[in-house]
């Protein structure tokens, strides 16, 4: 069945930088292009970065546009989220999602920016 996986989450000061891994299974990992959301406490979840199946393509929020770069490994059936230059706004729970014949979501994890 499909499986992702994230991790690399945290607890980071302002400034820092984190990487996020999404590791997926279950699908043709590289015939599917991938993105990451992210749900900051309270509020909706919001798209932040999507890449191509081949990962030649990479789209970005406005907010995160020039801090985030996402990437993948389709060897290793794996899409990133670099995060540099972290803000307190940035914390969120981050999931990766891919759309097959139905959308799969990971079970996400906590990405905490503080002082």
């Known amino acids: 069945q499909v499986q992702l996986v994230e991790s690399g989450g945290g607890l980071v000061q302002p400034g820092g930088s984190l990487r996020l891994s999404c590791a997926a299974s279950g699908f043709r990992f590289s015939s599917y292009s991938m993105k990451w959301y992210r749900q900051p406490p309270g509020k909706e979840r919001e798209w932040v970065a999507g890449i191509s199946s081949a990962g030649v393509s990479t789209n970005y929020a406005d907010s995160v546009k020039g801090r985030f770069t996402i990437s993948r490994d389709n060897a290793k059936n794996t899409v990133y989220l670099q995060m540099n230059g972290l803000k307190p706004e940035d914390t969120a729970v981050y999931y990766c999602?891919?759309?097959?014949?139905?959308?799969?979501w990971g079970q996400g994890t906590q990405v905490t920016v503080s002082s």
């Open positions: 999602k891919a759309d097959l014949s139905r959308e799969y």
